[in-house]
């Protein structure tokens, strides 16, 4: 059953303890790229829309992406539902320390130097301007799938899935060595579209992807068969070791920018042993994890339990949703993911099959 909840960007002024991913939502967006854009809502909760519907709609969404649009892409972090009640300060609901976590490393990648292979950057228009954020292929039956935020996939401010959405994995320095892939369909609990962000999370199946070579189009193939894929587990991860990977640029509250967005950036630590709580974001069982001061563009980026570096890969345990200036200095120094649950589950399962 969704849970119906009321939000708003209201009580996030400069003590807030939750700082967006990024610009905000736009208010309106323009017509979907798909000719007919229809979808289904299954009696499980999952939420699914065509992103591109036939092979025509794909190569118009190829076409769209020109090397000078990736390049020009800002970065877009989660808007609440619109409502006209005042919401709260996650500053007010924070969970009281008990007990110092082991300390959070954090690593950016060297100058041209990629993270796992499977880990890449999401690209969609809204609004009529192009965004990006992170994500990452998760293995499905026909090794096609990316997860990433809800947000990154879906507009709470229009009520309907972003606009010419692709995915580029090991993206570093605006190189689509690895491919281009077109998102095919997109798969939601509905309850984010009711704004919950306990449900901050979509995947997205997509089309064989594309390089590009002297002007033409090349075939890169499947997505999972080129560069790998982390394995989905809905195991809790409270004061659990996790590995998260993303593609952070904004600035921080106080204006500073210490990422570009061109590479990944890697933060490992200890999750904390409380789940988290926003009434401002509708979030009741978040998982955080303190020490990673990631910044706009870092939503969607996975959480990964287990991470093999030699192997380059581990089981999928979450995607970046919210950031968090815990200290109220200025700099954002947290993140947080949705659980994944039974629920995450059944969404998975479904775009996985």
Known sequence: MTRRLVLTLGGMAALSAVAALGAGTPATASAPTSATVTATTAANGVFSTPLAGSSSDMQKVAAYWTPDKIRRASTLGPTAKPSSSPGTSAAEVAPPKTKAAPKTKVKKAARGQAGPPMVG?????????????????????????????????????????????????????????????????????????????DRDYAFVTVYPGYTWNNG?????????????????????????????????????????????????????????????????????????????????????????????????????????SLTWNLNADGKLDAVSTPWFNGATRRVYAQAAG
């Open 216 to 320: 033409r189009q090349v075939a890169a193939g499947r997505l999972e068969d080129r560069v790998g894929a982390f394995v989905f587990s809905s195991a809790i991860a409270i004061g659990r070791k996790v590995s998260i990977f993303a593609y952070p640029a904004g600035p921080h509250p106080d204006g500073s920018s210490p990422y570009s967005g061109q590479s990944v950036v890697h933060c490992d630590g200890v999750t904390d042993k409380r789940w988290v709580a926003s009434p401002t974001w509708a979030l009741e069982r978040g998982i955080r994890l303190e020490g990673c001061p990631y910044t706009a563009g870092a939503s969607g980026g996975p959480w990964v339990l287990g991470y093999n570096a030699a192997r380059k890969t581990g089981y999928l345990n979450g995607v970046v």
């Open 121 to 197: 950057k999401v690209f969609f228009k809204l609004g009529g301007r192009e965004y990006w954020c992170s994500g990452s292929v998760v293995h499905s039956k026909n090794h096609n799938l990316v997860a990433t935020a809800g947000h990154c996939a879906y507009s709470l401010t229009s009520n309907r899935a972003v606009e010419d959405w692709i995915f580029i994995p090991s993206y570093v320095d605006g190189r689509s060595d690895a491919g281009i892939y077109v998102g095919q369909t997109l798969y939601l609990h509905e309850d984010f579209r009711a704004g919950d962000f």
